[in-house]
Nanobody, 127 residues
Framework: QPQLVESGGGLVQPGGSLRLSCTASGFSLDYFTLGWFRQAPGKEREGVSCIASTGGSTDYADSVKGRFTMSRDNAKKTVYLQMNSLKPEDTAVYFC????????????????????WGKGTPVTVSS
């Protein structure tokens, strides 16, 4: 059964850092475009970052550009989200998701098109 499992969330002070991980089981990430999404209390889910299946390109929401970095390690079947300079408005449950797009060089992640989703890991930024 294909699964994605996120980890690394927690409570951090403003200005702090966290690294989220998302590990796949039951399938290989090699041909999948991967995305991080988040949902804050009372708000709709939004895209945070995306990485192409080839790993050649990434894209970020304007609100996290320059602070977050997404990367992937296909051998470990894991995708990461390094989050620096965290702000209270980054508080949300963070989800990873995957869509099969073999040999894609475009970092485009549309929520409705993602095939597999993790259950999320909560991130709270507060003093």
């Amino acid at each position: 059964q294909p699964q994605l499992v996120e980890s690394g969330g927690g409570l951090v002070q403003p200005g702090g850092s966290l690294r989220l991980s998302c590990t796949a089981s039951g399938f290989s990430l090699d041909y999948f475009t991967l995305g991080w999404f988040r949902q804050a209390p009372g708000k709709e889910r939004e895209g945070v970052s995306c990485i192409a299946s080839t790993g050649g390109s990434t894209d970020y929401a304007d609100s996290v550009k320059g602070r977050f970095t997404m990367s992937r390690d296909n051998a470990k079947k894991t995708v990461y989200l390094q989050m620096n300079s965290l702000k209270p408005e980054d508080t949300a449950v963070y989800f990873c998701a995957a869509e099969a797009l073999p040999w894609s060089t475009r970092a485009v992640c549309v929520s409705a098109d993602m095939e597999y989703w993790g259950k999320g890991t909560p991130v709270t930024v507060s003093s």
